[in-house]
């Protein structure tokens, strides 16, 4: 039985949290994988004194490609979608209403902020969707803060779209119309700790910050639920 549940995934590698999404499968394995297939050709083409593979080569061979059978049949019986992808939310028919409710969010966002950003950046790591809060929050973030933006905006942007692609959505609410990069605050970056400028943030990032609150507004509304597979036993007893 599936149920689903908003987690707190464990950090998997050096971009970050894989806490939300968009709607994305788990392959089904129901053919050898590459490695099997490269493992089976290679140890069928090295020779024997005799000619032939050995009964260890074979018992080896056979028992890597039994075991990639079963786990695709496995796969093949469970699969599911890792994330939820509903309709009536996330998306322009439905003016990019979030599927996640703000206060979980935000709680999210600011675990992930915890690696990558520093404490007087940490005021960005909300999703301020309000034109005027959005505001009051930059300048309170850049002024008495000093957060230096130049060196950690990737980061606050990296962990505000997780691991979904919002440009659609930023393209919509007319987040490009502040300049052609301001599309770049809406996804994920390939690396959260580039820096954005040498001494100061680049102008042409500069006047994307007038767009903060569509920004988070599009960045908050991909965020997706992971599935969660329900343990019958726990639900019976």
């Known amino acids: 039985m599936l149920s689903s549940s908003v987690l707190h995934a464990p950090l998997s590698d050096e971009t970050g949290y894989r806490i939300f999404a968009g709607d994305q499968k788990k392959k089904n394995p129901t053919s050898p994988s590459p490695l099997v297939m490269a493992v089976m050709a290679d140890e069928c083409s090295k020779p024997t004194g005799s000619g032939f593979l050995s009964s260890f080569q074979v018992t080896m061979?056979?028992?890597l490609f039994l075991?990639?059978?079963?786990?695709?049949?496995?796969?093949s019986q469970n699969e599911v979608s890792e994330f939820e992808n509903p309709t009536d939310c996330g998306n322009k028919a439905n003016d990019w209403k979030p599927c996640i409710e703000r206060k979980i969010a935000d709680q999210v966002f600011g675990a992930c902020c915890e690696r990558f950003v520093p404490p007087e950046c940490r005021g960005l790591c909300i999703y301020e969707t309000h034109p005027i809060e959005a505001r009051v929050i930059l300048m309170h973030t850049i002024q008495p803060s000093r957060c230096r933006l130049y060196k950690y905006l990737a980061g606050v942007v990296h962990c505000a779209a997780q691991t979904h692609d919002n440009t659609e959505c930023c393209t919509d609410m007319g987040v490009d119309e502040a300049g052609p990069t301001c599309a770049n605050l809406c996804r994920p970056q390939q690396n959260p700790r580039t820096?954005?400028?040498?001494?100061?943030?680049?102008?042409?990032?500069?006047?994307?910050?007038?767009?903060?609150?569509?920004?988070?507004?599009?960045?908050?509304?991909?965020?997706?639920?992971?599935?969660?597979?329900?343990?019958?036993?726990?639900?019976?007893?």
Request: with cysteine; net charge positive.
């Open 67 to 75: 075991a990639t059978c079963l786990v695709g049949a496995v796969f």
């Open 61 to 63: 061979i056979y028992r």
């Open 195 to 237: 820096f954005w400028g040498a001494r100061s943030l680049r102008k042409d990032l500069v006047q994307c910050l007038a767009k903060w609150d569509q920004i988070m507004t599009c960045n908050l509304s991909g965020l997706r639920a992971r599935k969660i597979i329900k343990d019958p036993s726990a639900s019976s007893a």
